[in-house]
């Protein structure tokens, strides 16, 4: 009798999710932290599907990857699915003209986009592109 390979089913993820990220430092200290999904990556004949994802605190992490023990950044699916279960949000949210939201803000503060508003802060809390493609701003000197 020849004994099947169990294939584990790869959990997905749509843009906009909330999922629980983990990451390892270069000096080892190892984070568990929230994040919005703002791309998704199709797998290729070489990778799996991975994602990009904007943390609570507001940093960037691209190409991550679901369940990888080996890896220094992977979302954690057992505790996203027990996180969600439980009701835990987050003021994340992704805005069809502006973007996704840098980070996690309060419910009344007003949001402004990158570049909107006066003064020289061009940085917004607002990202305008979801997958991290920035265009070129001024004239570039070669």
Same mark, same amino acid.
């Given at each position: 009798?020849? /004994?099947?390979?169990? @294939?584990? $089913? ?7 999710? *909330? #999922?629980?990220?983990?990451?390892? =430092? ?39 990857? /679901?369940?990888?023990? @080996?890896? $220094? ?7 996203? *699915? #027990?996180?969600q279960?439980?009701? =835990? ?51 570039r000197?070669?």
């Open positions: 009798m020849a /004994v099947k390979k169990i @294939k584990k $089913n790869s959990v997905k993820y749509q843009i906009e999710d *909330k #999922v629980v990220v983990k990451t390892t =430092s270069w000096t080892g200290e190892v984070r568990i932290r929230v994040a919005m999904v703002t791309n998704i990556r199709p797998a290729g004949k070489m990778a799996k599907r991975s994602y990009d994802v904007r943390t609570e605190d507001g940093s960037g992490l691209i190409m991550i990857g /679901v369940d990888e023990p @080996k890896s $220094n950044m992977t979302i954690v699916s057992d505790i996203t *699915k #027990v996180w279960e439980e009701g =835990s949000g987050t003021n994340m949210y992704i805005h069809k003209k502006h973007g996704h939201t840098r980070a996690n803000y309060a419910n009344g503060m007003k949001l402004r986009a990158d570049g909107e508003g006066e003064g020289i802060m061009l940085t917004g809390q607002y990202e305008k592109y979801n997958d991290f493609h920035f265009p070129c701003q001024g004239p000197s070669y």
